[in-house]
């Protein structure tokens, strides 16, 4: 079976771009989850999605958003570029979103902002 | 509000010996608790969790934890480290499922060198 799957691996942009990042869950997975790891640091929450409406919000600003789609698939998208997005962008999936669940983590999008 | 510390950023052994890495947590109320481990260019895997269930948990590749409530502690063992176990690795705490969501809580990792 397919795990946690994200495109790209690796993305390079400047300063003031956006930026698109896609994540496909593990298939029968309702639930992503998107975490921000800056170098040397372990991961933050970014957002947390349900059956396509988000359930939870980090610490970051509105330059962050994201969506996720029928078939559970999910995009983040981060407008207006600072140096410090450089990181590692993990997404997450799980069956629901009770305490218990196990979430599941794709390899990561790697981005530099220039 | 909840929270974990790792107490120690690096930690070297060598290939054979025991490997600890230690977890102090800070939970409102009664926590899931998980390590993840993070090899290079990769993501991360779960290694085991607690659930409120057996204190000792065990893992994959000989890892466990004991959760210990008094000392608010969920450290991680394995008796013999190999040279793959070298990561990095995560001790987490779950929010817990309030206001309709569920979040994981990071410490900020301890990275274990294996040495031949």
């Known amino acids: 079976d397919a795990g946690v799957t994200q495109s790209p691996t690796h993305l390079i942009k400047t300063r003031g771009q956006h930026v698109t990042l896609r994540c496909s869950p593990i298939?029968?997975?309702?639930?992503v989850s998107w975490y921000q790891q800056v170098l040397g640091q372990g991961p933050q929450f970014i957002f947390q999605?349900?059956?396509?409406?988000?359930?939870g919000r980090g610490n970051f600003p509105d330059r962050f958003s994201a969506r996720q789609f029928p078939n559970y698939s999910s995009e983040l998208n981060v407008n207006a570029l600072l140096l410090g997005d450089s990181a590692l962008y993990l997404c997450?999936?799980?069956?629901?979103?009770?305490?218990?669940?196990?979430?599941?983590f794709g390899a990561g999008t790697r981005l530099s902002v220039l | 509000a909840q929270s974990v510390t790792q107490l120690d950023s690096h930690v070297s052994v060598s290939e054979g010996t025991p490997v600890l890495l230690r977890c102090n947590y800070s939970s409102s109320y009664s926590p899931s608790l998980f390590w993840y481990v993070q090899h290079p260019n990769k993501g991360l895997q779960l290694l085991l969790k607690y659930t409120s269930a057996a204190t000792l948990v065990k893992g994959i590749n000989g890892f466990e934890a004991e959760f210990k409530k008094s000392e608010t502690s969920f450290h991680l063992t394995k008796p013999s480290a190999h040279m793959s176990d070298a990561a990095e690795y995560f001790c987490?705490?779950?929010?817990?499922?309030?206001?309709?969501?569920?979040?994981?809580?990071f410490g900020a990792g301890t990275r274990l060198a294996v040495h031949p």
């Open positions: 987490v705490v779950t929010r817990g499922f309030s206001g309709g969501y569920n979040k994981l809580i």
């Open positions: 298939s029968g997975h309702k639930s």
């Open positions: 999605y349900y059956e396509k409406e988000e359930r």
């Open positions: 997450a999936s799980s069956f629901d979103v009770g305490s218990e669940n196990i979430q599941y």
